[in-house]
């Protein structure tokens, strides 16, 4: 491998950085890098990779840990940099989110824990909800003198991962409670243990991932050995237990870690997330603070509104700059509309969008509605049947797929259903996108290292080749009605299910792999109905010209032309809603947008979410008749 002089090195397909963000590419030293919406967080991780990689800055065999919040970032990172720097150099770009990173110690050296606290092998993550907690609370079954005690189910939540009020490892023996909450505790743990399977929820894991690396200094100098360089994405999100795992590893190291966030782009205070993290991050890893002011994603009205809006709700946040070349501003490009009812609310946004594609101006995913919460209700309410009725189609990212019991947005995210429909669009000549270049950098990553060019010599072209008859076989010796599971499972059976279970920690879980199986099936059934071709379907599949509707949580780090947020009223938010923490939701929100952001509301009170709409109207944004 040829390396480029660090000198001359310069950012690759033609990206041009401003010299703070160049800085940050090339430091030798750890840093806090806080950037506001559209600064292109992700590309500036992706460029310090290729800098670090291509310049041998990052010393081989020596490695890049790239930790995100959510897996579809970690994918887009990961692919990002292989891009940049090619297959061979991202070989050693590793890209997981915090759970994945955990699971993948837990899975690795679950040898290494204390023998009270070790799960088998074949442990399940388990994802609780209230009435899991509420039901353990009212009946914990705790041993004297605390066999009479019941808590709430927020306490069994909030204590029930780790001893005491912050993370720490546990004891190589058994502790005897102090408290009260500790037997509770404790007790959850034998819960959970005694049962077959056993199951964990990601905090346990993030707990005995901590564990193992405190009581084995041997493993935690691997991960040292390994990793010269950190890079840590949405950092701002970064929950408690995330973070003491991460500093249990690399305080203290020669590791140079770059995390990368905004404090106003803050959604995951409910999980434990605080705007402290930052200051306690440069502190706990001698950190540079670094501000980046440029935003290349929207235009300078949008850049207007989301300054306003910040100045808000940090007044000391830095004021960011449009980035774009001036361009001609939208007519409208901003703006409330207050429907009579709540049944215009939903036909005013379908035809409005309905006018927008016909005219050729715009595609129907370049348009995102967002929800506070509950886009299920509001899609079965009305909304999808009003976009019907203008020949629209509605995709609600949130729903749950079939019985597997995935939302759409994350099934699309699973390396398993990525390399399930690359190859079909592979094996039915589908030449529109990289499928095939694709296809072999995802499965590169579970045959060992390897490029394009080298992939035959490795029997993957043989592979596909073989697959790919196998599937045109089973095709053409079945009806129109053949079963959408035995597809899958026969993609997945020539593809190589050993060498796939590979793509992610959680696919050594058989259950887990025939939930995403199921998912799969059931997902490309509901797409073939009404669809005239193998690419139709794919298209489908993949969200080509529908409308995205997700709640705001979910659109974290995603983008479109225009932005609706949709039913901005009192009884669309929760209850009991923290308003300063919707006022960062909703600067998420906002700040989505490229060109254009509008806001909904049909008949309801806006008493609770009063401060929202004083955000805006500090913003200028206006109150406007109808859709332009």
């Known amino acids: 491998m040829r390396f480029i002089s660090a000198d001359v090195w310069c950012p690759s397909d033609g990206v041009q950085l401003d010299k703070d963000s160049l800085d940050v590419v090339r430091s030798s030293v750890s840093q806090a890098v806080q950037a506001g919406p559209g600064a292109g967080k992700t590309e500036l991780l992706a460029q310090r990779a290729a800098f670090l990689l291509q310049t041998n800055t990052c010393p081989a065999p020596k490695k890049i840990l790239a930790i995100s919040f959510k897996r579809d ?232 509104v989301v300054n306003s809006m910040a100045k808000s709700i940090e007044p000391d946040s830095i004021a960011v700059k449009c980035a774009k070349s001036v361009d001609e501003l939208p007519e409208v490009s901003d703006g409330i509309i207050q429907f009579r009812s709540d049944d215009d609310e939903r036909k005013g946004l379908a035809e409005f969008i309905s006018r927008e594609v016909k005219s050729g101006k715009l595609r129907a995913d370049d348009f995102i509605v967002l929800v506070r919460q509950k886009a299920d209700d509001h899609e079965n309410d009305g909304l999808r049947a009003a976009f019907e009725r203008e020949g629209l189609t509605l995709r609600n990212e949130a729903r749950s797929i079939g019985e597997s019991g995935i939302a759409l947005q994350d099934l699309s995210s699973e390396p398993l259903a990525e390399a399930v429909i690359l190859f079909i669009q592979v094996a039915t000549g589908d030449r529109r996108r990289r499928a095939y270049p694709d296809l072999i950098q995802l499965m590169s990553n579970s045959h060992g290292s390897m490029s394009e060019q080298s992939a035959e010599q490795f029997g993957l072209e043989r592979t596909l080749r073989k697959a790919t008859k196998a599937f045109e076989d089973f095709v053409a010796s079945s009806d129109k009605s053949f079963s959408w599971g035995a597809l899958v499972d026969l993609i997945t059976a020539q593809l190589g299910e050993d060498k796939l279970r590979r793509l992610a920690q959680e696919y050594k879980n058989p259950a887990r792999v025939a939930k995403i199986k199921s998912g799969i099936a059931a997902f490309l059934d509901e797409c073939s109905n009404g669809s005239a071709s193998w690419q139709d379907l794919v298209d489908r599949y993949q969200g080509a010209g529908q409308v995205r509707l997700m709640t705001v949580h979910k659109s974290k780090g995603l983008e479109a032309h225009t ?14 809603a923290n308003m300063d923490e919707e006022a960062l939701a909703f600067f998420v929100a906002v700040s989505r947008a490229e060109q254009r952001v509008f806001f909904t509301k049909g008949v309801g009170q806006i008493k609770k979410l009063k401060p929202l709409y004083e955000l805006l109207s500090q913003a200028g944004v206006p109150e406007i008749q109808a859709f332009p």
């Open 73 to 304: 970032a970690a994918k887009n990172l990961r692919e990002r940099v292989a891009k940049r720097v090619g297959l061979e150099l991202s070989e050693r770009f590793d890209s997981h989110t915090f759970d994945a990173f955990a699971k993948g110690i837990l899975d690795r050296f679950r040898e290494g824990l204390p023998d009270w606290i070790q799960p088998n092998r074949n442990y399940e993550v388990a994802f609780p909800d209230w009435r899991v907690w509420k039901e353990f609370g009212d009946r914990p079954n705790l041993a004297e003198p605390f066999s009479k005690e019941t808590f709430h189910q927020d306490v069994v939540k909030n204590g029930h991962a780790y001893l005491g009020t912050a993370p720490s490892p546990f004891p190589i023996t058994r502790p005897v409670p102090t408290s009260a909450v500790e037997a509770m505790t404790l007790g959850w743990w034998d819960n959970q243990l005694s049962r077959e399977p056993q199951t964990l929820t990601f905090d346990m894991v993030k707990t005995l991932a901590l564990t193992i690396i405190y009581h084995n200094p041997i493993i935690k100098n691997a991960f040292l050995n390994s990793y010269s360089h950190v890079f840590l994405d949405e950092f701002q999100d970064t929950t408690l237990p995330q973070y003491s795992m991460l500093k249990e590893i690399f305080a203290g190291s020669h590791s140079i870690l770059t995390a990368v966030g905004d404090n106003k782009q803050l959604i995951m205070t409910f999980a434990g997330a605080t705007n402290e993290r930052f200051r306690q991050f440069s502190s706990d890893f001698g950190a540079q603070d670094v501000a980046l002011a440029s935003n290349f994603r929207s235009n300078q009205r949008i850049v207007d």
């Open 563 to 576: 932005i609706i947020f949709f039913s901005l009223k009192d009884s669309s938010f929760y209850y009991r």
